[in-house]
Nanobody, 115 residues
Framework: QVQVVESGGGLVQAGGSLRLSCVVR????????MGWYRQAPGHQRELVAGITRSGDTNYADSVKGRFTISRDNTKNTVYLQMNILKPEDTAVYYC?????????WGKGTLVTVSS
């Protein structure tokens, strides 16, 4: 059984930083792509950042230059360093992992940025 567990959300003032972590638990040999998505109230879920197993990354235009995604394959963990946070970054952030041609999702962690 594969479990995806996010942590690190919280309340922060605009201009501040947060670091999200996501660990994939279970009997896993090699996770392919991993990524962070977010969903704000009244909006669809959107891709924030993705990273392949080899480390290639992609970002939504709205977070380029402010957010950095990274991963530790030895720990089946992916991180999202979020800097210069803005109120419009407020959302539930979800971690996703692709393994054995299946996609797995966490339950999400709430990030709230106050102005």
């Amino acid at each position: 059984q594969v479990q995806v567990v996010e942590s690190g959300g919280g309340l922060v003032q605009a201009g501040g930083s947060l670091r999200l972590s996501c660990v994939v638990r279970g009997t896993i040999f090699s996770i392919n792509s991993m990524g962070w998505y977010r969903q704000a109230p009244g909006h669809q879920r959107e891709l924030v950042a993705g990273i392949t197993r080899s480390g290639d990354t992609n970002y939504a235009d709205s977070v380029k230059g402010r957010f950095t995604i990274s991963r530790d394959n030895t720990k089946n963990t992916v991180y999202l360093q979020m800097n210069i946070l803005k109120p419009e970054d407020t959302a539930v952030y979800y971690c996703s992992a692709s393994y054995n041609n299946l996609g797995y999702w966490g339950k999400g962690t709430l990030v709230t940025v106050s102005s």
